[in-house]
């Protein structure tokens, strides 16, 4: 069965498309936020390195309501370097929002994550965005997009589409790009529309999968870690989402690396992400995204299960690098040799700078 008040999404998109700042307009027009309260930009790169640079580096999520249904979003990174993030965070959801530049259209990156969510069978909307720009051209970018679409094999259901215009500095989308709603109105709706809700198992076994950034995904009788974040008090914190039955505060669990190699733990505590903090919670029911403490040891990939009847989940596979570097000591014949030189180098100057001096 599928919970119908619950829908699951991943935000994916080229570097520099707009999709954070996209984020930040669904936060605030879902009053996230006080009125008066004072927000920065690109809310979801709180990282310090994130805003040096201007991008987004670690997957991170939140949520927000909207006509009483609970729409949990993960912002993803654009950057190629990064794309270990987006595989991992796509199993948590059911559906992705494709943000495209109206300019660029499809790039690189673009072309990386929808493949992966194709391959996922998600459902996919596809967000052009930043419509407001004089060049924009429309037309061109969502005929590239279903081009796309076709070179990476997508189902007729997947091809089959949604498009919204967007511009997420603005704050606005419509189905038309000469007529945007004065709000992100139309994007919601289609989130509700296009996304189907988690499909669960309510009556099964716990299970979960460890990852490594902060989500958990919960399977059959099991409990999948899809990322881990570390707390000074809590210490470490796994995320992910419940797939199947109910987890409890001071539950007994099961952790598995494979069927031969299982631990038992205890969790100690339990949120669920409401709004943009996370809210204490004594249970968390199959389909939603929630946050678990007290297992110190736990690593991406583990599976949380059931202690009784639990079985370990298979590994989350991540697309090999293309680029392999090896970091290890010199061991060059003339290891050291350049220090010295360097030395001596420096000394016969400062002799000479002596010399000339007196």
Do not use: W
Request: proline share 4%.
């Amino acid at each position: 069965m599928r919970r119908r008040d619950i829908r699951n999404i991943a935000i994916v998109a080229h570097v520099d498309h707009g999709k954070t700042t996209l984020v930040d307009a669904m936060l605030k027009q879902a009053k996230v936020f006080r009125d008066n309260q004072v927000v920065q930009e690109r809310i979801m790169d709180s990282n310090d390195l994130e805003r040096e640079r201007g991008i987004t580096i670690l997957s991170k999520n939140t949520s927000i309501s909207y006509k009483d249904m609970k729409i949990n979003i993960i912002d993803t990174p654009g950057h190629s370097d990064f794309g270990g993030e987006v595989e991992r965070v796509l199993n948590m959801v059911e559906g992705v929002l494709l943000v495209v530049d109206s300019v660029e259209g499809p790039m690189p990156q673009t072309r990386f994550v929808l493949k992966k969510a194709l391959e996922f069978g998600h459902a996919v909307v596809v967000v052009v965005n930043k419509i407001d720009r004089p060049s924009a051209r429309p037309d061109f970018v969502i005929n590239s997009t279903f081009e796309l679409f076709i070179e990476l094999n997508a189902s007729d259901e997947q091809c089959d589409f949604q498009v919204i215009y967007a511009s997420g500095i603005k704050g606005q989308a419509g189905l038309s790009p000469d007529n945007l709603a004065e709000d992100l109105g139309p994007l919601f709706e289609s989130i509700i529309g296009c996304i189907p809700g988690p499909h669960i198992d309510k009556d099964g076994a716990l299970q979960m999968l460890g990852s490594d950034f902060p989500l958990l995904l919960f399977y059959s009788s099991f409990y999948f870690v899809t990322n881990i974040e570390y707390d000074e008090h809590k210490g470490r914190i796994a995320i992910g989402r419940l797939h199947a039955g109910v987890l409890r505060r001071g539950m007994d669990v099961r952790v598995c690396t494979t069927e031969e190699t299982c631990r038992f733990a205890r969790v100690s505590e339990l949120f669920v992400y409401d709004k943009f903090i996370r809210v204490a919670a004594e249970a968390v029911e199959a389909g939603d995204i929630c946050a678990v403490c007290g297992i110190d040891d736990i690593q991406i990939g583990e599976t949380i299960a059931d202690k009784i009847t639990g079985k370990p989940l298979p590994a989350i596979r991540v697309e090999e690098p293309t680029v392999k570097m090896a970091f290890s000591i010199n061991t060059s014949p003339f290891v050291g040799r350049e220090v010295c030189y360097q030395i001596d180098i420096l000394k016969i100057n400062s002799v000479d700078q002596q010399f000339n001096t007196e």
